[in-house]
């Protein structure tokens, strides 16, 4: 399937509201719409697999099936070499906070993690509270050009880094971290590498197997499935850990992190996702060629309307867009913006009355709000592309957007 033909397939975005007129997704970053193959998939296993796991029965050996198909399609996404390197959680936050609490187990006072101004929350607050037990958290700064300070690195790793706590992409601002770089420069002092890959993963292909990290998350629901997280544990990793655990509980990987019953339904669904974006590749003999090929085509079409939007953006007086630009640089199709003179929640609700959905505030980013100073102003607003998203909904919002900043410039002095 071409990209252009995928919005199709998603109802909620093809269903006119109440009033007539169809809904403009642009939220992506905080979730992403979700296709019927999805919902099929879900309400599939509670019509016909609905148990519990490891039973003598015949929906039990289903849903143990259900649980193994998705392991298998979450390696196929990421390009793991096995599904006993994919564990399930609730969702990536959850996943995060059990992990650092095991990697916690094998540190000592004085040891070294280290996190950036630029991450989400979900991968700060995790390895922040480790302070409480003399572990030192640093941090790489942030440049006002929205990247994240690549001199910082040298002087700030050391052999008392034991963690890189690095995300692949900012939420907020849509910058690619030099993850492949940033690997090496971790191999040099011996430190493991943990990627936050929620807000690269619907945009850009992800190799596991060539980047190396000894963990990757991410959440289903950001690219068009449930809301489950996924974690990537590079082989021997998760075994040497400290996980909390019931004492029933299979002590090896996958399952040792796995606590409690998984959400099966969901996970039929996480399967049904990564189907649905191997369908919209069109090269490649098996499913991992076929979702590398969709997500370079999806890369594509969203750097393409991004690149649109973000001169548009840039010709409307008084709307400041954050963060680095669309250019050929790596870029994921996240564009952050102030109005002068609008309160961020504001333009969220004007757009939102023209049925154009977009999120403000500070996106659980608050190293990036606070760079900027940008509480007042009640942070930004983000629009988010997906690939649902056409060339005519970016010139509506830029229509609307233009009239805000219009009106709001005409009442300052
Ligand atoms: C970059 C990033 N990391 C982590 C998270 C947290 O993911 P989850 O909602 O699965 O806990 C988010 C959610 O928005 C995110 O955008």
């Not at 992800?206 to 190396?212: K, R, Y």
Request: aromatic share 8%; with cysteine; charged share 20%.
């Amino acid at each position: 399937m071409d990209i252009a033909d995928c919005r199709e397939f998603f109802p909620s975005v093809t269903t006119p509201l109440p009033g007539g007129r169809l809904p403009i997704y642009l939220d992506g970053p905080g979730g992403s719409q979700v296709p019927a193959s999805v919902v099929t998939a879900m309400t599939g296993y509670y019509l016909s697999s609905n148990a519990n796991t490891h039973g003598a029965f015949w929906t039990s050996r289903l849903t143990d099936r259900t649980i193994t198909e998705a392991r298998l399609a979450a390696a196929d996404f990421l390009g793991a070499s096995s599904p006993e390197t994919i564990s399930f959680g609730q969702n990536m936050t959850t996943l995060n906070f059990l992990l650092s609490e095991a990697i916690a187990g094998t540190l000592k006072p004085g040891d070294e993690i280290v996190v950036t101004e630029l991450d989400h929350e979900a991968n700060v607050a995790p390895w922040l509270r480790l302070q409480d037990r003399g572990i030192r958290v640093r941090q790489i700064p942030l440049r006002d050009d929205g990247r994240l300070d690549s001199d910082a690195w040298a002087h700030t790793l050391s052999s008392r880094t034991k963690l890189v706590a690095l995300g692949w992409a900012s939420n907020a601002l849509g910058t690619v971290n030099p993850v492949a770089e940033i690997r090496q420069w971790t191999r040099q002092v011996g430190a493991w590498l943990l990627i936050d890959a929620v807000h690269w993963a619907p945009h850009g292909p992800i190799d596991v197997g060539a980047l190396e990290p000894d963990f990757l998350l991410c959440s289903s629901y950001k690219f068009f499935g449930p809301h489950v997280g996924i974690l990537y544990s590079a082989p021997g990793r998760l075994e040497a850990l400290p996980t909390l655990r019931v004492r029933t509980q299979n002590p090896h990987p996958p399952y040792r992190i796995e606590t409690g019953t998984l959400n099966h339904a969901a996970l039929a669904g996480v399967t049904g996702a990564i189907n649905f974006i191997a369908a919209c590749g069109q090269a490649g003999e098996t499913r991992r060629d076929r979702l590398q090929d969709a997500m370079k085509r999806i890369y594509a079409y969203e750097h393409r309307l991004v690149a649109d939007l973000y001169q548009e953006l840039l010709n409307i007086p008084g709307i400041r867009v954050y963060g680095p630009p669309v250019d050929d640089n790596p870029r994921t199709p996240t564009l952050s913006f102030t109005v002068d003179g609008c309160h961020s929640a504001e333009v969220a609700s004007l757009l939102a009355a023209e049925d154009i959905y977009v999120w403000d505030g500070d996106f659980y980013a608050l190293g990036v709000l606070t760079h900027y100073g940008l509480q007042d102003q009640g942070g930004l607003v983000r629009i988010g592309l997906a690939p649902y998203n056409t060339a005519e909904e970016i010139t509506r919002t830029v229509e609307v957007l233009a009239q805000i900043a219009s009106a709001r410039g005409s009442k300052r002095p």
